[in-house]
């Protein structure tokens, strides 16, 4: 896995929830926008190193998404759309996008696509693991040891995990960690985030020294450190 974070924006539920599973399956982590403006407020917070972009979007029309991006970010950006005229793919790559793919799309083709995209902006030679204080997140391998003893993570802790570690050092909302791992629908379930958050700092204390690798903001999110 690569631990790429990659922004979809599209209003279409069903295509971002498609999305999210073949990004996810080729090792992508995933932040979503279903509005232009929401989009442009994430590239600029969250970093992505790449992004998905619908034309047909309610407040903007992605073209103008990828203008805007592409004032102030060299970030890939591949245009997803059911618009397949030659006219529409030479307008977005005018304004800004790298690549154009036409729905409905080919999973494979897709992570190829996105795969070529990030290599040539540099991106090919992305951290397999995320190391700190004897903590290490094998993110290909989907394997976490602490001072060189394996710690037994379910699916969604290590999710987490690799949410938290690949953002080393930033605010993850409560709303942005639910989610990433869990979708849309789960964004305000607050006490299963808080029960996962829990379960793994008992895993990772457990593990070693007690160190807290994960700290909280009051009222907001979480960190990774380390």
């Given at each position: 896995?690569?631990?790429?974070?990659?922004?979809?924006?599209?209003?279409?539920?069903?295509?971002?929830?498609?999305?999210?599973?073949?990004?996810?399956?080729?090792?992508?982590?995933?932040?979503?926008?279903?509005?232009?403006?929401?989009?442009?407020?994430?590239?600029?917070?969250?970093?992505?190193?790449?992004?998905?972009?619908?034309?047909?979007?309610?407040?903007?029309?992605?073209?103008?998404?990828?203008?805007?991006?592409?004032?102030?970010?060299?970030?890939?950006?591949?245009?997803?759309?059911?618009?397949?005229?030659?006219?529409?793919?030479?307008?977005?790559?005018?304004?800004?996008?790298?690549?154009?793919?036409?729905?409905?799309?080919?999973?494979?083709?897709?992570?190829?696509?996105?795969?070529?995209?990030?290599?040539?902006a540099g991106r090919v030679a992305s951290e397999p693991r995320?190391?700190?204080?004897?903590?290490?997140?094998?993110?290909?391998?989907?394997?976490?040891?602490?001072?060189?003893?394996?710690?037994?993570?379910?699916?969604?802790?290590?999710?987490?995990?690799?949410?938290?570690?690949?953002?080393?050092?930033?605010?993850?909302?409560?709303?942005?960690?639910?989610?990433?791992?869990?979708?849309?629908?789960?964004?305000?379930?607050?006490?299963?985030l808080r029960t996962h958050i829990a379960n793994l700092r008992?895993?990772?204390?457990?593990?070693?020294?007690?160190?807290?690798?994960?700290?909280?903001?009051?009222?907001?999110?979480?960190?990774?450190?380390?």
């Open positions: 896995m690569s631990g790429e974070r990659i922004l979809v924006c599209d209003d279409d539920r069903q295509i971002v929830r498609a999305l999210r599973l073949v990004l996810r399956e080729g090792g992508y982590l995933v932040m979503t926008s279903e509005t232009g403006e929401g989009a442009l407020d994430l590239a600029a917070t969250r970093g992505p190193h790449a992004a998905i972009v619908d034309l047909m979007l309610p407040d903007l029309p992605g073209i103008e998404v990828c203008r805007r991006l592409r004032e102030w970010s060299e970030i890939p950006i591949l245009v997803l759309s059911a618009v397949g005229e030659e006219s529409a793919k030479i307008e977005a790559l005018q304004n800004g996008a790298d690549d154009y793919v036409t729905k409905p799309f080919g999973p494979g083709e897709l992570l190829a696509r996105m795969a070529a995209l990030l290599r040539r995320v190391e700190a204080d004897g903590l290490v997140i094998d993110l290909a391998a989907h394997r976490v040891t602490l001072d060189d003893e394996e710690i037994r993570l379910t699916p969604i802790e290590f999710s987490l995990l690799r949410v938290l570690a690949t953002n080393r050092g930033l605010l993850m909302t409560h709303r942005a960690l639910l989610v990433e791992v869990w979708g849309p629908e789960y964004q305000d379930a607050m006490p299963l008992a895993k990772l204390a457990a593990g070693g020294r007690g160190k807290n690798f994960i700290r909280t903001d009051a009222g907001i999110g979480y960190r990774f450190e380390g």
